[in-house]
Nanobody, 123 residues
């Protein structure tokens, strides 16, 4: 059974930083891609960033490019999201997810999801 557990969310002032972690268990992710999505109140879930486990290819939403960095720790089966220069509009519940086929920018390509972690950026 694949499990994904997010951590690292919290409250931060605008301009601050947070680092989110997603710990995966239950299988090897060497053939997977993993991604971060977020959902703000009253809005649809949106793509944030993704990484292909083998090779490390990354993709970012335009809204976070240059501020967020996605990475992975192969030994720990953990994906990280370093978020810098945070803005109030980054406030959302952040979900990590993993999939094996399809577009890494599309939520429908992901088969397993974590429970989410709240990120709140105050102005």
């Amino acid at each position: 059974q694949v499990q994904l557990v997010e951590s690292g969310g919290g409250l931060v002032q605008a301009g601050g930083s947070l680092r989110l972690s997603c710990a995966g268990s239950g299988r090897s992710f060497s053939r997977n891609f993993m991604g971060w999505f977020r959902q703000a109140p009253g809005k649809e879930r949106e793509f944030v960033a993704a990484i292909v486990w083998s090779g490390g290819t990354t993709s970012y939403a335009d809204s976070v490019k240059g501020r967020f960095t996605i990475s992975r720790d192969n030994a720990k089966n953990t994906m990280l999201l370093q978020m810098n220069s945070l803005k109030p509009e980054d406030t959302a519940v952040y979900y990590c997810a993993t999939g094996i086929a399809g577009s890494i920018r599309t939520a429908g390509s992901y088969n397993y999801w974590g429970q989410g972690t709240q990120v709140t950026v105050s102005s």
